[in-house]
């Protein structure tokens, strides 16, 4: 039984605690969150304790750290969980600065402890069937990947201000399914950008609705789609394409009633949260990490995984606003 504490009960946190509480190889030890009423309403539903952040580092009953907290304090609490010999699941993104995560993950290599990186979507049941038919070899050899991935609405510009705009905080996940798609690294990229949904968010320097073509060493290319906006629900869409066929991952709609009349045929709306569209994949990811842990096998995605998402944000922002085409 693997002793995890949660670090941060807001609305990821909350996901991931009950997760590890469910879970019948794992216990929710404690959880650590300032705004007393986040822990407690946690607490009060799975029965663990409240406990202050330092506390649960001092404590050596305690195996795990689930980091869901603000972005800007992950790396420190990876380098206090690494010096404690924890294992540590940390929400994406690991920091806003690829520099600093390539740090962080110097030490946690020398602390030789297992840090695993919130990507959750490869763990949702559609993608990751759609992943291992193309380790099947069922569409032969993938050329094009086409990623489309749509908010249903934009958040307040005062989140979209403290961001880091939307590539390194919304397609920061595409450019994971990318890579986990593609299974090779990225070598070159561009980037096109507007802010079509809100004039806000462009007069705060960001854009809202975006396409960013990728290309690896060996010549395959994947195509991302990104719009802050969606009239018809949380839009989240996967095509590769191969030498042999196609594989296709479609929406996840609210019930399949579909109804059929002589002007066409309807279906429910498309699941509107991300919390509801990728509920399963929440909770295989953090059986995922207790695998990992318990069988001392390197938890995939990596804090590697996290560093070269960073860097490929990193890189299509650049590309965006200069409108060159960056080499990585
Ligand atoms: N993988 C995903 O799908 C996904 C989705 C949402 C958020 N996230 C990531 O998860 C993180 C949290 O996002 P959120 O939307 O849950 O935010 P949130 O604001 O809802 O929750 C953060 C919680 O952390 C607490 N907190 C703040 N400082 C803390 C500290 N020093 N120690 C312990 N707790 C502290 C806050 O009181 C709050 O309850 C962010 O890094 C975000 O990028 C990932």
């Known amino acids: 039984m693997l002793s995890i504490a949660l670090l941060g009960a807001g609305r990821i946190g909350q996901i991931h605690g009950r997760a590890i509480a469910l879970s019948p190889r794992a216990r929710l030890a404690a959880i650590a969150d300032p705004f007393a009423d986040n822990a407690r309403s946690l607490s009060h539903e799975t029965g663990a304790p409240v406990m202050d952040a330092d506390a649960v580092f001092a404590d050596p009953a305690i195996d795990a750290v689930l980091i869901a907290t603000p972005t800007d304090t992950h790396a420190d609490y990876i380098d206090r969980a690494a010096s404690q010999g924890k294992a540590i699941l940390c929400e994406k993104p690991v920091d806003m600065s690829a520099a600093r995560i390539a740090a962080t993950l110097e030490r946690v290599a020398k602390a030789a402890v297992p840090l695993m990186v919130g990507f959750n979507r490869r763990f949702d049941p559609n993608f990751a069937v759609l992943r291992r038919r193309i380790g099947e070899g069922v569409v032969g050899d993938v050329e094009l ?91 989240q869409r996967i095509e590769v394409h191969g030498s042999k066929g196609m594989l296709s991952a479609g929406n996840v709609h609210e019930t399949t009633v579909r109804f059929a009349g002589i002007s066409g045929v309807t279906a429910d709306p498309v699941q509107n949260f991300f919390l509801e569209r990728y509920a399963a994949a929440y909770r295989a990811e953090v059986e995922a990490f207790i695998d990992a842990v318990e069988t001392g096998t390197a938890p995939s995605p990596s804090g590697f995984d996290g560093l070269k998402a960073q860097e490929l944000a990193d890189a299509a922002t650049e590309a965006c606003f200069s409108g060159r085409p960056v080499r990585l």
Do not use: W
Request: proline residues 5%; negative net charge.
């Open 145 to 235: 990947v086409t990623i489309l991935s749509r908010d249903p609405a934009p958040p307040p510009v005062s989140y979209i201000e403290r961001s880091g705009g939307l590539f390194r905080d919304m397609m920061i996940h595409d450019f994971d399914m990318a890579r986990f798609l593609l299974g090779e690294e990225i070598v070159e990229l561009q980037a096109m950008g507007s802010a079509l949904v809100d004039p806000a968010i462009g007069a705060a320097g960001d854009v809202d609705t975006a396409v960013v073509t990728l290309k690896t060493a060996s010549g395959k290319i994947c195509q991302i789609s990104n719009s802050r906006r969606a009239t018809y629900g949380y839009d």
